[in-house]
């Protein structure tokens, strides 16, 4: 689907539209009788894929449940929404999604969320998936979702104005390798042609630092991202090319969206969720296409989960929809709607998945491309603690200081950052 | 309404067939039940005026008085948003905000937005309200054309706006770099953010204060503006004469109402970009969006205890804003007064 962030769920406006939905199911406590009539809510932000009509199988299957769903515009919104409402004890939806970079927060309060392990659902995700979705009494408290396996979008049009190989295979080979052979391909486009080589410095950070282990904090819970080498040298090779690279965009800002259609960049990195994302802001333009490569291997990024608070008055009911939504099947049809990559175990070489193909891509065969960019992704992944979310946003928005506003030079914005996780320990 | 009560219980009428047990008896009865009827009037009289406003003092004290006494105990407090209260740390909390540089910047941001709204807003609103006082053909429809700006949510004024004033491909910026301008970083610089800023509430709230002003306008007496034009003071000098010093409690009202808005201002900067948190170095981040940055928002980590404690300063800020207003309104408005008779 479109993004929603011009029609609906806007912040404020969304958190009214939860209480309102939810009100709806929270009568008649103790769900003992099977066949009684429910409402379940399920709350999402982006775009999960869940369709209406997907949701309406579910009735189908269970005549006594009827599901709503509502949709928070950004993952922000979600977590301020989820965090006040399960610290009040009460007013979330039956199934609550959270966001991989906010979840070491939650889980915390993990005795807040029903323990959905079940024999039935042992194994059904990649293992880092479902270890991180593990509490530190054994206790599994959210099913996967998808996961965000990392290629390269890049215009086609513009590729072929700079000279540069248009054909998808020959990109990826054009591209293979490292970043700064990644970024010393974009100085020759840029070189050729009027556009940036890629939208948004803060895109770039996240795709270095999800390659690595310990980046912001140490895995014993220290912000570390002051001193840890691996920051800075990823903040100064970043900033070094940018004024020659990067199209000067602020992230999910009104111009970043608007560039989508415009022809303001060449590339961008391209997680699985991207792809629908892009379609929906650039449908009518022809050229988009993606590439089966990644600087420095592979790497992942975002990816959610479901979980179950515990405050929900249909826990069990909840469960059962919850694992429903997260099997095979559903999120096969997901990955279809809007290329979120399932994060099941079952669904990384299914033939139904591989031969996924999206026209708007000139017709790339992005199921065979994203399970082989998933095969990819390192196999430790990035520890994220409590912490990380708020440590990512700081540094995020050093780079926007210098990158997008242009009102402090590196230097200052990096001292600027220094400061405002000060404030974080 | 207790009158007839009283008649009622004073005038008990026997049920018919019984036999009558004693007059006299009955009689004294009705006396004394007439005498408890005047001490009920006499309470109704006294009390009842206290009873009909006590639902809007109630109300208030469930709905502000209650959040606010209970936001002073939680910024003593190490509270987190879902773990809920922790220790007890005195004004810990009051002094980690004085000490964080990003609160004295919203303080900075919401004066700054504060002052581009709300002048240029009373000054418009008077001169819309002025010519609205002529006599104009069709004024329904354009008494009720100013307050349409008001009926629509700012929600999504802010949403229209923020794309309008984009920095790379805002409107704005277009029709600039059309006649030859440089853009201008709307959203990256901290005047232009703020201008942007205070656009969107100047378009929401000048329409609603022209209307109350009008209002006002339409309350002088037109003797003295007879009596003006015999003495030969033309349109501008009527205005600055009668109009204003007759306007001055009104005045008095409309500013210290849009003091209290505009240093409570929200809406308009939470959703003047998608992530709602005033920016990469905090350019538009008003006060209370640091208030729900701390307690809600990703920056803060759902520090509760220093949100309430920086609600607690937003409320004395505005109290002493308030008494100053109040003061320097009062003043100039008499100065007016005088020098009109």
């Known amino acids: ?425 | 309404m207790t009158q007839s009560l009283a008649r009622d219980v004073a005038a008990p009428s026997p049920a018919p067939g019984t036999p009558n047990p004693g007059r006299d008896t009955t009689e004294e009865r009705a006396i004394r039940r007439i005498a408890f009827g005047h001490r009920l009037s006499h309470w109704d009289v006294k009390l009842s005026p206290y009873l009909y406003i006590s639902p809007f003092f109630i109300l208030f004290a469930i709905t502000g008085l209650f959040p606010l006494v209970y936001t002073g105990v939680v910024s003593l407090y190490d509270w987190h948003i879902i773990g809920g209260q922790g220790d007890f740390v005195g004004l810990a909390n009051f002094e980690w905000v004085l000490g964080q540089e990003k609160f004295w910047i919203a303080l900075r941001n919401s004066f700054s937005i504060f002052i581009l709204s709300a002048v240029p807003q009373i000054i418009l609103a008077l001169i819309i309200a002025a010519i609205l006082d002529q006599n104009l053909k069709a004024k329904t429809f354009w008494r009720m054309g100013v307050l349409v700006p008001y009926v629509v949510a700012p929600v999504a004024v802010a949403l229209i706006f923020s794309n309008m004033f984009g920095d790379q491909y805002g409107l704005i910026n277009n029709i600039l770099g059309r006649i030859g301008l440089d853009p201008v970083g709307w959203h990256s610089q901290v005047v232009p953010s703020h201008l942007a800023i205070a656009t969107m509430v100047n378009f929401r709230w000048t329409g609603y204060n022209a209307l109350i002003f009008l209002a006002a306008m339409q309350a002088i007496p037109r003797d003295y503006y007879e009596a003006a034009a015999i003495d030969g003071a033309n349109r501008v000098r009527q205005f600055f004469s009668i109009t204003i010093p007759s306007l001055r409690p009104t005045l008095i009202f409309v500013i210290i109402t849009s003091t209290i808005g505009g240093l409570q201002i929200f809406d308009e900067p939470r959703m003047y970009d998608s992530t709602g948190e005033g920016g990469a170095s905090a350019q538009w981040m008003t006060i209370t969006m640091y208030i729900y940055n701390q307690g809600f928002g990703v920056a803060g980590g759902g520090q509760f205890g220093h949100a309430a404690a920086a609600a607690w300063l937003l409320f004395l800020v505005i109290v002493i804003v308030g008494l100053i207003n109040l003061v320097a309104t009062r003043a100039i408005a008499s100065n007016e007064s005088r020098s009109a008779k």
């Not at chain 1, 991989?100 to 915390?108: G, N, P």
């Not at chain 1, 989960?305 to 559903?330: C, R």
């Not at chain 1, 000139?362 to 491309?369: I, K, M, R």
């Open chain 1, 1 to 425: 689907m479109k993004i929603s962030r011009r029609t609906t769920a806007v912040a404020i406006a969304g958190a009214t539209a939860f209480a309102l939905v939810a009100t709806g199911c929270s009568s008649s406590p103790g769900a003992a009788d099977p066949n009684e009539k429910i409402t379940l809510t399920v709350a999402t932000f982006n775009d999960f894929g869940y369709s209406d009509e997907l949701l309406a199988e579910y009735t189908k299957l269970h005549p006594n449940v009827t599901v709503k769903q509502t949709k928070a515009k950004t993952s922000d919104d979600a977590r301020a929404n989820y965090f006040t409402k399960l610290g009040a004890g009460s007013g979330l939806a039956d199934v609550e999604a959270v966001e991989i970079d906010w979840f070491a927060e939650l889980l915390q309060y993990s005795d807040k969320l029903t323990d959905l392990s079940s024999d039935e659902v042992d194994g059904r995700w990649l293992d880092w998936k479902s270890n991180a979705a593990t509490d530190a009494d054994g206790r599994l408290i959210a099913y996967g979702t998808d996961i965000g396996p990392q290629a390269i979008c890049y215009r086609s049009d513009l590729f072929e104005a700079a000279g540069l190989p248009t054909d998808r295979t020959e990109v990826a080979a054009l591209l293979e390798g490292d970043w700064d052979h990644y970024f010393d391909v974009g100085q020759d486009f840029v070189a050729k042609s009027d556009a940036a080589w890629y939208d948004s410095v803060g895109s770039i950070m996240q795709g270095k630092l999800n390659q690595e282990v310990e980046t912001l904090e140490s895995t014993d819970g220290e912000i570390i991202a002051g001193d840890n080498p691996v920051v800075a040298a990823a903040y100064n090779d970043i900033l070094a090319q940018s004024p020659e690279l990067s199209a000067h965009l602020g992230q999910w800002s009104e111009d970043w969206y608007a560039a989508f259609s415009n022809g303001a960049y060449a590339t961008m990195l391209c997680p699985s969720w991207m792809l629908g994302i892009i379609e929906g802001e650039a449908a009518d333009v022809e050229g988009w296409d993606i590439a089966d490569v990644y600087p420095n291997g592979g790497g992942n990024w975002g990816g959610s989960y479901l979980t179950v608070p515990a405050q929900g008055a249909h826990a069990e009911a909840a469960k059962e929809f919850a694992a429903w939504l997260t099997a095979p099947e559903q999120q096969l049809q997901a990955f279809v709607k809007t290329g979120n990559f399932p994060s099941q175990v079952a669904l990384q070489d299914a033939p139904e998945l591989l031969e996924v193909t999206r026209p708007f891509f000139n017709d790339a065969p992005v199921g065979e491309l994203m399970a082989g960019r998933a095969a990819a992704v390192p196999a430790d992944a990035p520890f994220k603690g409590v912490k990380y979310f708020p440590v990512m946003k700081a540094l995020q928005d050093s780079l926007t200081r210098v990158d997008v506003d242009k009102t402090q030079n590196a230097d200052d914005s990096w001292a600027q950052f220094l400061k405002d996780i000060d404030a974080l320990k």
